[in-house]
T-cell receptor
């Protein structure tokens, strides 16, 4: 079965500093897609960034970037210049064959003033 | 111009009642989903419909019955509600179901509380 693992249940970072959230996955698919979602206390699920597995270049969206290591099946999220508004649950997700997405258990990130 | 809208946002009801949650998307997507998020924030897929056809049914009690009248709507009806049904239920949609390469778009969630 395909799995997505987030080994850090909680993390904290000082405002303006950089933090990296870990995610590993296991898949038998040859082509797949990876995503990071953010869920703030308002409980909306917001797409942060996505990565196509066949692209070697790491995706970047403003202060958010990923470190995609395909051989290691690792997909970490780096948040630079952390802001108070980044406080949220972060979910890593992978597409899984037909019609399905697999989510990790989430990492609760707290940005400290 | 909400992309995925679900109603109601909050639902408080007694054990044993029957309730429905509605979901609509205006993104033109062909695939819709229901997820359950428990108190530990774990997000679990319940159902998925592609062009009104059920394609994923993840070991959900048959008290839960999804209905998709068209590809823009996916409703969830729950019979005989139990305490363990208390959770946040998310509707989501995506395009290109079979070879999914697009992210899912989520509704704001419905917090269901069973008394």
């Amino acid at each position: 079965a395909q799995t997505v693992t987030q080994s850090q249940p909680e993390m904290s970072v000082q405002e303006a500093e950089t933090v990296t959230l870990s995610c590993t996955y296991d898949t038998s698919e040859s082509n797949y897609y990876l995503f990071w979602y953010k869920q703030p206390p308002s409980r909306q699920m917001i797409l942060v960034i996505r990565q196509e597995a066949y692209k070697q270049q790491n995706a970047t969206e403003n202060r958010f970037s990923v470190n995609f290591q395909k051989a290691a099946k690792s997909f970490s999220l780096k948040i630079s210049d952390s802001q108070l508004g980044d406080t949220a649950m972060y979910f890593c997700a992978s597409t899984s064959g037909t019609y399905k997405y697999i989510f990790g258990t989430g990492t609760r990130l707290k940005v400290l003033a | 111009d909400t992309a995925v809208s679900q109603t109601p946002k909050y639902l408080v009801t007694q054990m044993g009642n029957d309730k429905s949650i509605k979901c609509e998307q205006n993104l033109g997507h062909d695939t819709m989903y229901w997820y359950k998020q428990d108190s530990k924030k774990f997000l679990k897929i319940m159902f998925s419909y592609n062009n009104k056809e059920l394609i994923i049914n993840e070991t959900v009690p048959n008290r839960f019955s999804p209905k998709s009248p068209d590809k823009a709507h996916l409703n969830l009806h729950i019979n005989s509600l139990e305490l363990g049904d208390s959770a946040v239920y998310f509707c989501a949609s995506s395009q290109g179901g079979r070879l999914i390469n697009q992210p899912q778009h989520f509704g704001d969630g419905t917090r269901l509380s069973i008394l």
